[in-house]
């Protein structure tokens, strides 16, 4: 980080061990990553906008709303970006007000902040479900490799949306975390959220797609067990980015009325598998709540996700 180092190095060690703002748990690794890299850009800002380093003596809230504000006039970012960032910027506040004794109160209170766009809560309904579908119909070029990405993305769309995957584990799957059968399938997550392994389900429609996908893979001759590839000599694990632009195409050539994301198709898992399902303990399971939910649902097998995975 570029802000002081001594005082970035404590807001990590800090955020590793304690509750993130309005969470009962702390965050995984990429979270507090995350975080950091946020408040990073934050304090960039701040410099140029101020002259000053950011910290306790120099920070107020109204160099938070500015920025806030900077975010949504000047740069045009979407109200789920800003968020972010507040979240980030929240999280430096309650770091300060927790261990400067100087600090009386949380400078991020009060904040005006914009709304949450509602489709990244209740996910994909039908019939823009079908229209993602649809986009893998036929390559999007007359190409080897475009026959290949075919394959390879309609297998990532549809464990992101049926099964309910975060992106960053969707990408650190691995061949032997996969047991897919003709009748029942499962996936398994390895340090979940709360750093906890746990068993998902994967429904029909999912394993068709990672099957045909890993049939495909098995001739591609890579030097790895990663489950997807960069479609390229090398054939290299692919990445969380990679991912986020392949999803965001598919909503365009969609023609959907929002930005589609992983998030985007983690929330339809979730709206199928309460629809289908409509056991919120073994929802619970199959998405990976936090460990203090996990611990009220221990009840829960990892054969029930997988049983449950046959109604959606």
């Not at 002081?4 to 807001?11: E, F, P, Q, S, W």
């Not at 400078?107 to 479900?129: A, C, F, N, V, Y």
């Not at 068709?208 to 479609?231: K, M, P, S, Y």
């Not at 985007?264 to 939910?293: C, F, N, P």
């Amino acid at each position: 980080m570029n802000f002081d180092a001594i005082a970035a190095r404590m807001l990590y060690e800090w955020l590793q061990h304690n509750p993130l703002p309005g969470k009962h748990q702390r965050g995984n690794l990429k979270t507090i990553q995350n975080y950091a890299s946020d408040v990073d850009r934050f304090a960039r800002w701040f410099k140029q906008s101020t002259g000053l380093e950011l910290s306790a003596e120099s920070l107020t809230s109204d160099d938070i709303q500015d920025f806030i504000s900077q975010l949504q006039t000047v740069q045009e970012r979407k109200p789920n970006t800003v968020l972010r960032y507040f979240a980030a910027i929240r999280a430096y506040c309650l770091y300060l007000l927790k261990t400067d004794p100087r600090i009386q109160r949380d400078l991020s209170d009060g904040i005006r902040l914009p709304r949450q766009d509602p489709m990244t809560k209740r996910g994909l309904r039908r019939l823009e479900r079908r229209a993602v579908m649809r986009v893998f119909n036929v390559p999007w070029k007359d190409t080897e490799a475009a026959r290949l990405r075919l394959i390879r993305d309609r297998a990532i769309v549809e464990t992101l949306m049926y099964v309910g995957l975060r992106v960053v584990k969707l990408t650190s799957l691995k061949l032997g975390d996969l047991n897919l059968g003709e009748r029942s399938g499962s996936i398994l997550v390895r340090q979940g959220k709360g750093d906890l392994d746990r068993t998902a389900g994967v429904p029909l429609k999912a394993r068709q797609a990672l099957a045909e996908w890993l049939d495909t893979r098995a001739t591609l001759g890579c030097q790895h067990d990663f489950v997807f590839v960069q479609i390229r000599k090398g054939y290299k694990p692919l990445g969380v980015r990679s991912v986020q632009q392949m999803v965001q195409e598919v909503g365009r050539r969609a023609k959907l009325e929002i930005e589609l994301s992983p998030h985007i198709l983690r929330h339809t898992a979730l709206r199928l598998w309460r629809k289908k399902v409509g056991d919120d303990r073994t929802v619970a399971k199959q998405m990976g709540h936090s460990e203090a939910t996990m611990r009220k649902y221990d009840a829960i097998q990892h054969g029930d996700v997988i049983k449950a995975a046959e109604k959606i």
